[in-house]
T-cell receptor, first 111, second 114 residues
Framework: EDQVTQSPEALRLQEGESSSLNCSYT??????LFWYRQDPGKGPEFLFT???AGEEKEKERLKATLTKKESFLHITAPKPEDSATYLC????????????FGKGTRLSVIA | DGGITQSPKYLFRKEGQNVTLSCEQN?????MYWYRQDPGQGLRLIYY???????QKGDIAEGYSVSREKKESFPLTVTSAQKNPTAFYLC?????????????FGPGTRLTVL
């Protein structure tokens, strides 16, 4: 069974304190790995898609990277507005199967 | 504006009643999905549909039903058989072409059973 594990479950950072969130997966033949941001009471907002090991994508203070077994979401000099839950999902080799989601990392950035 | 709409935003139901949650998209996406989100449990797939008039059960389909009569609409009915329906429900959609894997979400409906 395909599995996606995110760590840590929760992370508390001071404003400006850079860190990384981890997403490890066991699906073989990954077709895509996706990062989302979810604010409380709202639907997840799409951030990045990564397709192959070594690929990197950036958006403002966020940078996503991918290896053969895991992905990292690096947050550089975070601000309080970066506080949210970050979800990771993977796409199995068959493009018609639904995404498999991790349980998310709840990030709090304190001013 | 293109996007996914869900209504209502908040819904209250008495025990024993069926209730239908609406999901509409104008993105011309082929596939649509329903998820349930509970604190600490992440997103759990209820049902999904990749083509009109066809749908498949997800991981927690018991107590729910869906229909897909139009490409842009995928309503979810929470029946009285669902033992613990209080949750945040999310609808999502995506194109099925190989180059378009991204899945987009609606704003969600919070259902509370009184």
């Amino acid at each position: 069974e395909d599995q996606v594990t995110q760590s840590p479950e929760a992370l508390r950072l001071q404003e400006g304190e850079s860190s990384s969130l981890n997403c490890s997966y066991t699906v073989s033949g990954l077709r895509g790995l996706f990062w989302y941001r979810q604010d409380p009471g709202k639907g997840p907002e799409f951030l990045f898609t990564l397709y192959s090991a070594g690929e990197e994508k950036e958006k403002e203070r966020l940078k996503a990277t991918l290896t053969k077994k895991e992905s990292f979401l690096h947050i550089t000099a975070p601000k309080p507005e970066d506080s949210a839950t970050y979800l990771c999902a993977v796409q199995a080799p068959s493009g018609n199967t639904p995404l498999v989601f991790g349980k998310g990392t709840r990030l709090s950035v304190i001013a | 504006d293109g996007g996914i709409t869900q209504s209502p935003k908040y819904l209250f139901r008495k025990e024993g009643q069926n209730v239908t949650l609406s999901c509409e998209q104008n993105l011309n996406h082929d596939a649509m999905y329903w998820y349930r989100q509970d604190p600490g449990q992440g997103l759990r797939l209820i049902y999904y549909s990749q083509i009109v008039n066809d749908f498949q059960k997800g991981d927690i389909a018991e107590g729910y039903s869906v229909s897909r009569e139009k490409k842009e609409s995928f309503p979810l009915t929470v029946t009285s058989a669902q033992k613990n329906p209080t949750a945040f429900y999310l609808c999502a959609s995506r194109r099925m072409a190989a180059a378009y894997n991204e899945q987009f979400f609606g704003p969600g409906t919070r259902l509370t059973v009184l």
